[in-house]
């Protein structure tokens, strides 16, 4: 028995035997606890009373959950209805979890996770802005039309007071991250990709998908709280979308865009957007990381619109049809502080599983829910998980469980050469090529681009040291350069085999300084790219607003950009299996450097192996031969 476990029991007897007097002079009465809707529950009662949150978290962490065995299962047993007929919160005040909890004076955040009414009745399943305590209908701050966005930030700081300020600290924000461990001053202010460059003097196309207002230059204000976007991440109606070259803002009339494509971008009803604000969903965190690098599954290859209402095949934790958990479900916030990093993610979480007394407020790595040694025996099956629990000190596992990626319908971008920028068809107009699918493969204001679906990740070691090539740092003009790195070895402890995503490309740099190089893109100026296609001007304007220099020449070099995968978690009988790492052409054939059974060959070791069988069956005949002379002799005698 665990040694937490241990002290919970003793604490509870020691409550139970010492308990504290009440007001009126007696004890402290023990829990009215609610009956459950069956006769009887699904272990003994003695062994649910001591054993219930090993028993609920041995099943939520395992391959191989057990009929009855979960919380939800609990839930729509012991859940009580109001006079009304409507569910009342199992951790609601009387009810069957906190009743108890209560008296034992023990922490209960299970529901911070998890449901606490049941929700399989679709007909009994409330909305996203119904489940708040609050009916901003209702409220006369939101009961008028409204002109600007800013106008209803106002009226919801006019409540919310703090809500601003709070989230003007966050990188959301801020695009700012200083990362720890490498000192390197990172985010889309400070770094260089491969899909637009940098955001410098693209502001106002870049900043669509930032949670403000107003950003088209360097000169945003970013102390005014009128700039802070609460749309954005809290509208439920579907409606409220941000205008991609206007620096933040939702269209205020109806817009033709792009001009002449017929393709409208409707106006939102502001007021009626504020009037049913509620928690944030994934639609409304997809609105810019489904669709970041300029398109539905660009960047990452493991976040795209198929994630909106995904199938549990796609992803076992969003799965509409399973756990249908949303992104703050993993990724908390605090004060609008949300967990997880792209710049510096965990390479381990050595904190483990967030338990009550024992919780650092974040769930955004897979061994907060599931421990790091997540591969739990079924009793009433065999014990086949030890060797796989002895994997997660060298595998991370995202590497296991998430055997391909772009695999729900969207396809993600390989491949953008921007060195062919520029050409135009046969009449001189801007020339566009898509493949069979829709994607484009040729831009004129792009260049060309390649498409994949269902890829096998690379893997790499990733030890929480990540390293990014900045504007000014030199390079090597005869080798790709890697816009990011992340590192790490055999030989380090804390070092996982991570599965990624690698973007390929060209892109421009100073050839005379040997740094990279970004461009002004956007825009009605002449310095524009995609109004003269003259790249040397628009390098020029960007990097003297970035405040780099630039030597006057250019060029282009390949590049490379890892990008670690963590969604679109495959269900576990869809998981690798041994053979598809240890073999000699498996998925680890690129890493070198350490031995994987199966792969690599050591002729020492096969020669001692074999040795050693021939022996074993030298010793096996000569017993063999001496037992039969012995009986041959004593039938003799």
């Known amino acids: 028995m665990r040694l937490e476990t241990r002290l919970l029991l003793l604490l509870l007897t020691v409550l139970a035997a010492n308990a504290v007097a009440s007001p009126d002079g007696g004890r402290t009465p023990f829990p009215q606890i609610p009956p459950g809707k069956g006769e009887q529950c699904v272990e003994p009662t003695d062994v649910m009373r001591r054993r219930h949150g090993e028993i609920l978290l041995e099943t939520a962490t395992s ?8 919380l939800a299962a609990c839930v729509d047993c012991h859940v009580q209805r109001s006079e009304h007929g409507s569910y009342i919160p199992i951790d609601a005040e ?47 701050a939101l009961k008028q039309d409204f002109a600007s966005a ?91 979308k941000k205008f991609p070259t206007d620096a933040g803002s939702p269209p205020y009339q ?17 007021g009626r957007v504020a ?58 916030s605090e004060g ?3 967990s997880g990093s792209r710049y510096a993610p965990r390479a381990r979480d050595p904190h483990g599983i967030d338990v009550p007394g024992r919780d650092d407020h974040s769930r955004a790595t897979c061994e907060s829910c599931h421990g790091d040694t997540p591969h739990r025996a079924n009793p009433h099956g065999p014990d086949v998980f030890d060797k796989l629990n002895e994997h997660t000190d060298r595998v991370a596992c995202p590497t296991c469980h998430i055997p391909e990626f772009a695999r729900g319908g969207v396809a993600t971008k390989t491949w953008a050469d921007w060195s062919t920028v520029g050409k135009r068809g046969p009449d001189g107009e801007p020339l566009r090529i898509e ?105 020029e304007v960007a990097m003297k607003a970035a405040g780099a220099d630039y030597s006057g020449e250019f060029g282009f070099i390949e590049t490379t950009m890892q990008w670690p995968l963590a969604h679109m978690v495959a269900p576990r009988e869809s998981a690798l299996v041994c053979n598809d790492c240890h073999r000699k052409d498996g998925r680890l054939e690129q890493l070198d450097g350490f031995y994987v059974p199966g792969r690599d060959r050591n002729a020492l070791v096969d020669r001692l192996g074999w040795l050693l069988v021939i022996t074993v069956l030298a010793a096996v005949l000569l017993h063999g031969i001496g037992r039969l002379i012995s009986s041959t002799i004593r039938r003799k005698g």
């Open 254 to 270: 109806d817009k033709d865009y792009p001009a002449g494509s017929g393709h409208i971008w409707q106006a939102p009803d502001l």
């Open 435 to 539: 493949n069979d699918a829709g994607r484009v493969t040729y831009a004129t204001e792009t260049g060309d681009s390649a498409w994949a679906e269902n890829l096998i990740p690379e893997y790499s070691w990733y030890g929480g040291k990540v390293q990014y090539q900045l504007l000014g740092a030199k390079l090597d003009p005869e080798s790709p350069v890697a816009i990011n790195e992340f590192q790490g070895r055999y030989e380090d402890p804390d070092a996982r085999i991570w599965p990624f995503k690698v973007m390929r490309g060209k892109q421009p740099y100073d050839a005379g300084n040997d740094t990279l190089a970004i461009a002004h893109m956007f825009g009605d100026d002449d310095a524009a790219l995609w109004q003269s296609y003259d790249w040397n001007k628009a390098i």
């Open 150 to 240: 800013p106008e209803v930030t106002e009226a919801c700081l006019s409540c919310h007071t703090e809500s601003a300020k709070q989230l003007q600290q966050t990188q959301h924000w801020l695009w700012v991250f200083p990362n720890p461990q490498t000192g390197q001053l990172l985010g889309k202010r400070h770094t260089v990709n491969m899909f637009w460059g940098g955001i410098a003097t693209n502001e106002a196309a870049c900043t669509s998908c930032h949670i403000g207002y107003g950003w088209k230059d360097s000169e945003f204000d970013f102390s005014s709280e009128r700039n802070v976007d609460c749309l954005v991440c809290h509208d439920t109606t579907g409606t409220y």
């Open 336 to 338: 609008h502080h949300f």
């Open 63 to 70: 391959e191989n959950q057990i009929p009855g065995h979960d």
């Open 275 to 332: 009037r049913n604000v509620g928690k944030s969903s994934r639609e409304n965190c997809g609105a810019c990381h489904f669709y970041g690098g300029g398109g539905d599954g660009v960047k990452h290859g493991d976040l795209d619109s198929s994630l909106n209402s995904p199938s549990r095949s796609l992803d076992v934790h969003m799965g509409s049809d399973g756990l249908d958990f949303s992104c703050g479900t993993c990724h908390v």
């Open 94 to 140: 009387g009810q069957f979890c906190q009743s108890c909890h209560e008296y034992a004076a023990v922490s209960l955040n299970c529901f911070d996770c998890h449901a606490d009414q049941p929700e399989d009745a679709a007909d009994e399943r409330l909305s996203a802005a119904s489940k708040l305590t609050a009916d901003h209908s209702q409220f006369d």
